[in-house]
């Protein structure tokens, strides 16, 4: 199975360093020296990581093959690409690759079927479930253990405890709605 790990942005310096946005709980496996990559566009790899060092608070990479500032512009928003076990779990309880969450049945801790799993949006603030109705609506739900308080693989669920008024009712759904490892955030709190 395949998961983005990170997103190349702007060239640093003239050597060919490039900035990434990490989108992995593991860099330090992912985007190690040695490590080669599959690329979204395809043509722009595969890619093997020859260093990385952290400067200012962003990780950056030295790509093999790459040695100036064009050819590091070149590879702006290509997306890293990691081959994973489809089995491999994160080993934190409280963590789940995307592919673990898609199309799992949610409910309510009633047992009120709310819908499927659709997707999960990493947004900066947090990570939010993108859940299609019955209806063909969607909402979306904190993917925060006060509002998410279980993950069941095995019965291919998630339970969910919403604050009144997340869950629009039935006979009020429109049918509008808002059109790539998650963490649940406040599970140590």
């Known amino acids: 199975m395949q998961l983005v790990v990170a997103r190349i942005g702007r060239a640093h310096g003239i050597k060919g360093e490039v900035t990434v946005e990490v989108r992995t709980d593991e860099p ?14 395809p043509s722009a790899g595969p890619l093997t990581i020859e260093q990385g060092r952290v400067h200012s ?10 040695r100036d500032r064009t050819g590091a512009e070149a590879l702006r928003n ?8 489809p089995e491999e779990r994160p080993e934190d309880p409280d963590e789940f690759y995307d592919h673990q969450l898609v199309d799992l049945d949610v409910v309510t801790v009633d047992g009120t079927a709310v819908g499927r ?4 949006a990493h947004l900066p603030a947090q990570d939010l479930l993108v859940v299609r109705r019955a ?8 993917f925060a ?12 669920r998630v339970v969910v405890d919403p604050p009144p008024g997340l869950l629009p009712e039935e006979d009020e759904t429109s049918g509008e709605g808002p059109t790539e490892p998650a963490t649940r955030s406040g599970a140590d709190d």
Request: charged share 25%; net charge negative.
């Open 28 to 41: 330090e496996l992912r985007l190690a020296p040695g490590a080669v990559l599959a690329t979204d566009p």
């Open 57 to 66: 608070g962003r990780l950056l990479l030295r790509i093999a093959g790459v």
């Open 78 to 85: 290509v997306l890293l690409i990691a081959e994973v076990d």
């Open 117 to 120: 799993v659709q997707e999960v």
């Open 135 to 142: 209806d063909d609506s969607e909402v979306l739900i904190p």
């Open 145 to 156: 253990s006060e509002m998410v308080p279980e993950v069941d693989l095995e019965a291919q």
